[in-house]
């Protein structure tokens, strides 16, 4: 009977803490996710996952314990975990005075990305902002700037994509394009680590759930 190799890891999480002052944001967490899949995040505010997604993407640092994400050390090779991986926060990191387009362009050339122009373009249509390209981001709602940010995001192409709370702050329509290029990235084999309160619309997402409590995982 042949064996099968077991899949390669998108992430390995060995015992790690994070500590704040005297207050305990993760504790001992250990976990493995396979490249390829899909996790959904969940936990009432203050349960540690924005916290665990910060330090997934080399943001922040853990207290204790270590971590590999994508087979790579996320402290030894941050500079490399960082190349492959995008995070949609709370913060979007856009320039306010700068348009969508210009905010895309100067990504993109940051990138190095042939035919820069034509890639924004496409972007800024996928995310519903083709009529918005040339205003300047100051004047965006909050829910025109979550399309934005996911645009910064496809713009990567990451092999690992860590969304928090993506559907806050977007229209019905907006949601319906979140959920449509999520789908889209999967499709591609991208890693998608999804934390979101919406539960029934995240596991239609996702493939499997850590559901975290003070910092540590319990069963959901």
Known sequence: MMQTEPKALALDIRDVSKRYGP??????????????????????????????????ATSSSPTAGGLSVLGLDAREQREDVRRQTALLSHSSFLYEDLTAEQNLLLLARLLGAAHARDIVSGLLTKVGLATRADHAVRTFSAGMRKRLAIARVLLKQPRLVLLDEP???????????????IGEMQDKGTTVILATHLIEQGRALTQRRLHLREGRAVAA
Request: charged share 15%.
């Open 167 to 181: 559907f806050g702050e977007l229209d019905p329509a907006g949601i319906a394009a979140m959920e449509k290029i």
């Open 23 to 56: 207050r305990w944001a993760l504790a001992r967490l250990s976990y493995s996710l396979p490249l390829g899949t899909s996790l959904l995040l969940t936990g009432h505010n203050g349960s540690g996952k924005s916290t665990l997604l910060r330090i997934i």
